[in-house]
């Protein structure tokens, strides 16, 4: 599991770890680095909050994600998800489409959260199923435009205007 900066939190603990590094290689600039550690604190904590806004939005209702990646988010927000392993790219075989029926009849999602836009192919089934998509980008590369925090924000944005 790669993606621990799904919960801002832990993103602050490896952000620290940094800090004290970078200290340690150039104690002259300590200062330098308290400084910009605060300021990225900062807005992790605010994209918490964000975040926490659109669980609290969620409440407890059923959720699945189509990618293992996202179980720091689940446990951090204390989602009700199961995961699933389907690429946005591929579509699935017959069998994970059966996989995800059984799934669905034990856990009654009407959402499945994505990494990237599934195939228009992938979305009329699911919504043939009753299932909406959205994506929450999981951010494991610099994006195209914007920044993590952008990203993030725009995610937390989205869940909370599309899951409501």
Same mark, same amino acid.
Request: with cysteine; glycine share 4%.
């Given at each position: 599991? *790669?993606?621990?900066?799904?919960?801002?939190?832990?993103?602050?603990?490896?952000?620290?770890?940094?800090?004290?590094?970078?200290?340690?290689?150039?104690?002259?600039?300590?200062?330098? *680095?308290?400084?910009? *550690?605060?300021?990225?604190?900062?807005?992790?904590?605010?994209?918490?909050?964000?975040?926490?806004?659109?669980?609290?939005?969620?409440?407890?209702?059923?959720?699945?994600?189509?990618?293992?990646?996202?179980? #720091?988010?689940?446990?951090? #927000?204390?989602?009700?998800?199961?995961?699933?392993?389907?690429?946005?790219?591929?579509?699935?075989?017959?069998?994970?489409?059966?996989?995800?029926?059984?799934?669905?009849?034990?856990?009654?999602?009407?959402?499945?959260?994505?990494?990237?836009?599934?195939?228009?192919?992938?979305?009329?089934?699911?919504?043939?199923?009753?299932?909406?998509?959205?994506? *929450?980008?999981?951010?494991?590369?610099?994006?195209?435009?914007?920044?993590?925090?952008?990203?993030?924000?725009?995610?937390?944005?989205?869940?909370?205007?599309?899951?409501?």
């Amino acid at each position: 599991a *790669f993606t621990t900066w799904l919960d801002p939190g832990l993103a602050i603990l490896q952000a620290q770890a940094v800090r004290d590094a970078f200290v340690k290689q150039r104690p002259d600039r300590k200062e330098e *680095f308290q400084r910009r *550690f605060e300021a990225l604190k900062a807005d992790l904590r605010e994209l918490d909050q964000r975040i926490t806004t659109a669980a609290e939005t969620i409440g407890d209702a059923p959720l699945l994600f189509s990618h293992p990646v996202y179980q #720091y988010l689940i446990r951090r #927000y204390e989602l009700n998800a199961r995961s699933v392993h389907w690429e946005p790219d591929e579509p699935p075989t017959e069998a994970m489409w059966r996989e995800l029926e059984e799934l669905v009849a034990d856990h009654p999602a009407e959402w499945m959260v994505w990494e990237g836009e599934p195939e228009d192919d992938t979305v009329t089934k699911l919504e043939a199923m009753g299932l909406g998509s959205i994506v *929450f980008e999981p951010c494991g590369n610099a994006p195209g435009e914007g920044d993590f925090l952008s990203v993030m924000r725009e995610n937390a944005a989205r869940l909370v205007r599309d899951l409501r």
